[in-house]
């Protein structure tokens, strides 16, 4: 037998060279080529995507075509169904990635068995036996009479079983332990997680069958395999939270059919994972009295807006090169807020270690949250807090000026709610109408709003 020829394949991007690299040619990173086989295939033998070509079509202008308004398909769980953008979407194919263990495959069994009391729902286990399958729904007391089990890692044979059940919803668990007949290499490489995930993909838009699949992830967070595969799908979830920590986020990366960056709140009980109604809560620390080094941010996540608690913790450095260390929010934006704010207020922290944390194990990614960690750093440097019921958001320019958010009002209307009485924001987001019990500061500088917490 003729040795099998094997190439280099770029985990982040998809290109192939012959010779393993440090770097790859094509995206630039480093340390992303895993070998994989090349499968050589005959002239006269037929392509194995042939079946999925289907009927060939032709071409038609844009204006004639009518798009098809199908229902969403609840999931009778209200945040992933918020995740999500309302439900599943006929066809759709949605990718979900978490830390081992964090709560993936019990989510989407509690899941399908809402599903499964009034549509046909398929579960594929390539990971757990069919009876480790049945011991969480029956320690979750979920009613799974109704479910259909199969646990198998072939692709050919989870196709067949699919196109004969024809059910509304399938789980793949997970897509890192399938395998296709057609490639050589093992399950979980670079060439099988591509060519099962397109299979499925095609089998889904066909059928009209919502696919959802399960992917492993990295040391760093990200899902393994080709970065290929989140453009594949329709939808990518990821699970966030510390698994020390009862309480787990779904945020929604990429979503074809809703808003991105939408986020979902659980808290992890003995019956599974229940979703949380007021999730600001958790955001917001209790304390007996004011602190200093503590500010409350109101950002936006998706369509809903949070009050997070932003701590920081200003000490003098014990070494030549001060620390700066951010948790939960972006590190190297801290290092150049400290240089606005000492450029144009006045406040010096080079010779400070400053620490910076948002509560409860949430990652703020928007710039909005750039005056509420001033207001922190400076209040913890001042050792003085800031006045109780107080709520903060704006980004700061470099020049340090302050700019406006988007959503202001509905920010505003989300604090006012939870009882904060005042309130520090952008001038060109002063609402044109005073929301009631609420006193709202606008400011255009970041000097302005220093003095107002004087």
């Known amino acids: ?14 290109a192939q060279t012959p010779r393993w690299q440090g770097q790859c040619p094509q995206c630039q990173a480093w340390n992303t080529l895993v070998e994989t086989i090349v ?33 969403r398909i609840p999931t009778g769980l209200e945040e992933f169904d918020r995740v999500l953008g309302g439900g599943l979407v006929a066809g759709g194919v949605v990718l979900i ?16 068995c809402q599903l499964a009391a009034a549509h046909p729902v398929v579960y594929v286990s390539g990971e757990e036996s069919g009876e480790q399958v049945a011991l969480r729904a029956q320690r979750l007391q979920l009613q799974a009479a109704e479910l ?28 890192q332990t399938v395998y296709s007949e057609t490639l050589q290499s093992a399950p979980g490489s670079v060439g099988q997680v591509r060519e099962c995930a397109a299979q499925l993909t095609r089998f889904a838009k066909q059928s009209g069958t919502t696919l959802i699949l399960v992917g ?3 040391k760093d967070g990200a899902l393994a395999g080709p970065r290929v595969l989140e453009h594949i799908v329709d939808t990518v979830l990821y699970f966030e939270g510390d698994n020390h920590s009862s309480f787990r986020l779904v945020r929604a990366i990429k979503n074809r059919f809703g808003a991105v960056n939408e986020l979902g709140v659980f808290a992890m009980t003995d019956r599974g994972l229940r979703g949380v109604s007021n999730p600001s809560a ?8 004011q602190v200093s080094g503590s500010c409350v941010l109101v950002t936006q996540e ?36 400290l240089a606005v704010v000492h450029r144009h207020a006045g406040i010096v922290c080079f010779d400070q270690d400053v620490f910076v944390n948002a509560v409860g194990g949430v990652k703020i990614t928007e710039p909005a949250a750039d005056l509420a960690i001033l207001l922190a750093v400076v209040s913890s440097l001042r050792d003085r807090p800031l006045k109780s019921g107080l709520a903060v958001f704006g980004e700061v320019g ?57």
């Open 1 to 14: 037998m003729a040795k099998a020829k094997s190439a280099y394949v770029c985990s982040d991007c998809g």
């Open 39 to 71: 499968e050589r295939g005959s002239a006269s033998a037929p392509s194995r995507f042939a079946a999925l070509a289907g009927n060939a079509s032709r071409l038609q202008p844009l204006s004639s075509l009518q798009p098809r308004e199908e229902p």
């Open 97 to 112: 990635g978490g830390d081992p263990g964090i709560g993936k495959s019990t989510l989407l069994l509690q899941a399908l």
């Open 148 to 175: 259909q089990m199969l646990a198998e890692i072939n692709l050919e044979r989870i196709l067949d079983t699919l196109r004969s059940a024809a059910p509304r919803v399938a789980v793949i668990d997970s897509i």
């Open 216 to 218: 492993h992830v990295t």
């Open 282 to 289: 958790l955001f917001l620390s209790q304390h007996a009295e």
């Open 302 to 337: 998706g369509t809903r807006p949070l009050l997070v608690e932003i701590q920081a913790l200003v000490d003098g450095a014990q070494s030549p090169n001060p620390r700066r260390l951010s948790v939960g929010l972006e590190q190297t934006r801290l290092a150049m807020l």
């Open 398 to 454: 470099l020049a340090g000026e302050i700019r406006p958010a988007p959503r202001g009002q509905e920010r505003l209307k989300e604090a006012a709610k939870l009882g904060f009485n005042t309130a520090i924001i952008p001038k060109a987001n002063m609402p044109r109408h005073p929301i009631d019990g609420m006193e709202i500061h606008g400011v255009e500088r970041i000097d302005q709003a220093l003095e107002l917490i004087r």
